[in-house]
């Protein structure tokens, strides 16, 4: 199963991305509140694995366990995801652990889950700069390195259209 | 000139990017007219937005999260952007950034600092440098300590040249820096002193803090 977060409005998503989500996929867009993490860290030392915080995305971490591919299709913004699509990524935290471990030479999360899963993101947007995509393409790989991800693509798509034609 | 400190910790009370600004206060005050805004979950004002529109320097000081800026902070930043493209503000605004990070190594922090400069080219505003500190947790517990001293002499060196560019309001090199203090010795420490002790305070053991959720629903 992928879980697919995206930051479309519904007109863009129902031309464009209809035809992208399968039926076993499990789809996040913009409907409903989220709130903000709050850097409380209640997901790791008060209700362990779980967000603390009472709305409907307080059970990212499991949904992402639960998951074989995580997709983010998300507008370039500054060369990260957008307000929305990073605010559902922040509330995976629970997915790891606060504990440390060394990769590379780097400090990392320890994985709360033994699975792994694989992690793709499509960027869109109009003139995206070359500095936005050099970063948008690190930061994917720094966050497939903290997820633990078994492999990640970034895929970049002036319009929409061209999203469409990934599937 | 006018200084716009900005904590954009999303914490509601005490926070480690609140307490890297006090420690840049002092050496950025004399002469200059200091304010501090709060972004946390709650937006800022319409009218807060002309004020830093208006500023000559801008310091943004935030966690890092998932190696970028936390969601509360980013809206704020396109919001900013939006409001610059209505109102013309100060054309020669410059800005610079304080990050700290939960992990080790400072430089975890410099896709962060690409993402600040990405903005400012966004919205006309001019990239002065970014100050990224790593073992951010670890500033609650130190902040008694003087800049400069211990563990915190690498974040002193890197905090003088950071004040030394906003008042020469002048583009350097970012710095990305860690504690002089051991990686293990850390490690340990927030092992046992921060999240094992936060575990008991909730009444659950330390193995309780690995608890797998997902399978349990299942």
């Avoid at chain 2, 002469?31 to 529109?53: A, C, D, F, H, T």
């Amino acid at each position: 199963m992928r879980l697919i977060v995206h930051d479309l409005a519904e007109p863009e998503y129902d031309a464009w991305l209809s035809g992208f989500c399968r039926e076993t996929d499990e789809v996040i867009g913009l409907e409903g509140d989220i709130r903000h993490c709050v850097g409380c860290f209640g997901c790791w030392v008060r209700t362990p694995g779980t967000c603390v915080l009472k709305d409907s995305y307080k059970h990212m971490g499991e949904r992402l366990a639960a998951c074989e591919e995580f997709v983010l299709i998300s507008r370039n913004v500054y060369g990260g995801y957008s307000p929305f699509v990073s605010n559902v990524l922040n509330r995976t935290l629970p997915y790891v652990l606060p504990y440390f471990t060394t990769k590379n030479g780097e400090t990392h999360h320890q994985q709360r889950y033994e699975r792994q899963i694989r992690f793709t993101v499509h960027f869109y947007g109009e003139g995206m700069t070359g500095a936005e995509r050099e970063t948008a393409q690190s930061l994917v790989g720094a966050n497939a390195l903290n997820l633990d991800a078994s492999g990640y693509t970034v895929a970049f798509h002036d319009t929409l259209v061209s999203l469409k034609e990934v599937q | 000139m006018r200084i716009a400190l900005v904590n954009g910790s999303p914490k509601g009370g005490a926070s480690n990017s609140g307490i890297l600004l006090e420690k840049l206060k002092p050496l950025i005050a004399e002469g200059n007219e200091l304010s501090v805004y709060r972004v946390n979950v709650k937006p800022l004002k319409p009218e807060q937005y002309g004020e830093l529109n208006e500023a000559d320097v801008l310091v943004l000081a935030f966690p890092l999260y998932f190696d970028a800026i936390p969601s509360h902070l980013l809206r704020m930043l396109v919001e900013f952007e939006q409001y610059r493209q209505s109102k013309q503000g100060n054309t020669d605004l410059i800005v610079y950034a304080l990050i700290n990070n939960g992990f080790y190594e400072g430089h975890q922090c410099k896709i962060a600092a690409d993402i600040v400069s990405n903005w400012c080219s966004r919205s006309g505003l001019r990239f002065g440098m970014a100050v990224g500190h790593g073992a951010g947790e670890m500033f609650k517990s130190l902040s008694r300590v003087p800049l400069g001293k211990g563990p915190l002499k690498n974040l002193g060196a890197a905090m003088h040249q950071l004040s030394a560019a906003i008042h020469a309001r002048s583009s350097a090199e970012s710095l990305f820096i860690q504690p002089n203090f051991p990686r293990i010795a850390w490690r340990l420490a927030a092992t046992h002193s921060f999240w094992h002790a936060q575990a008991k305070k909730n009444g659950l053991r330390p193995k309780e803090l690995r608890r797998q959720a997902f399978q349990q629903s299942r």
